[in-house]
């Protein structure tokens, strides 16, 4: 396990309160994301639950930084590392995000979606052709789908991989986020250039994609992405 900054675990450090702490924001926004609970895991269209609350997904390459960045996100140590255990790794994960009521009453809002990992060299030609399947159907038509973000290691943006996700969403409806993540490896030059490359390839996009700078280790860019994705289930 990687070792923080303070001497502690990476662990550690990544869910403590370093800077970027929550409280500039409103409570419940905080509260939508660390509410979420692991409801279903799907392994074909089939299976979707009915699309009645707008919904999130998360897509990276393999290594990436999703499960962290969730985790992160919803303040849950273990949640998103769930889709990582054996049998879960090419299905598509379904978490709740709810509020509470001023009855106490809990309200489902939206779901956030872990989706499998792509981009892994060795995956035998079978398991590729049915991440196209499952991932491609679901991001292509999903209409309940509002916005995906894209993970990405800062200092390996947009590859052909990322590329191929990003055509497969072909939807004026659905926004993009490229999360641009362990920006803690990168020096403050290495990190203007990535964002400003990331920034460029959403203009390109138009205005439904944005992108950002995010370090799990050092608690940074959680309150911009809380921001943006509370934007998008308000939307
Ligand atoms: P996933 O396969 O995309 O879900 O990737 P993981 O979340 O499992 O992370 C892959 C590796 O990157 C792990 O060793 C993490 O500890 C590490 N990692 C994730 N986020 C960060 C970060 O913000 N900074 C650093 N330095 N390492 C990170």
């Known amino acids: 396990m990687q070792t923080g900054t303070g001497g502690g675990t990476f662990f550690e ?4 309160t370093g800077p970027d702490p ?3 924001l409103p409570a419940f926004l905080v509260q939508l994301f660390h509410s979420a609970r692991f409801i279903i895991s799907v392994a074909e ?3 979707l639950p009915d699309a ?3 919904e999130i997904a998360f897509a990276g390459r393999s290594n990436a930084g999703k499960s962290t960045a969730i985790n992160v996100l919803t303040q849950q140590k273990r949640l998103a590392f769930a889709s990582k255990t054996p049998g879960r790794t090419q299905l598509l994960n379904f978490f709740e995000l709810s509020e509470r009521d001023e009855q106490g009453q809990t309200v489902p809002r939206g779901y956030l979606v872990d989706l499998p990992g ?4 060795k995956a035998p030609e079978s398991e590729r052709s049915q991440w196209d399947t499952l ?3 679901y991001v292509a038509r999903r209409q309940s789908l509002v916005g995906i973000v894209i993970v990405m290691d800062a200092r390996r943006p947009l590859l052909p991989a990322d590329e191929a996700l990003i055509a497969f969403i072909d939807r004026p409806t659905c926004r993009l986020h490229f999360l641009l993540t362990k920006a803690d490896q990168l020096n ?3 990190k ?3 964002i400003d490359r990331a920034r460029r390839r959403a203009e390109e996009l138009g205005p439904r994609a944005s992108a950002q700078l995010f370090s799990a280790l050092k608690r940074q860019g959680v309150e911009e992405l809380e921001t943006t994705l509370a934007g998008w289930l308000r939307d």
């Open 13 to 16: 450090a990544a869910y403590s």
């Open 22 to 24: 929550p409280g500039c």
């Open 45 to 47: 269209l089939a299976g």
């Open 52 to 54: 009645a609350l707008p």
């Open 118 to 121: 792509y981009g892994y060299a």
């Open 135 to 137: 991932v491609g159907g």
């Open 188 to 190: 403050n030059s290495e």
């Open 192 to 194: 203007r250039l990535a």
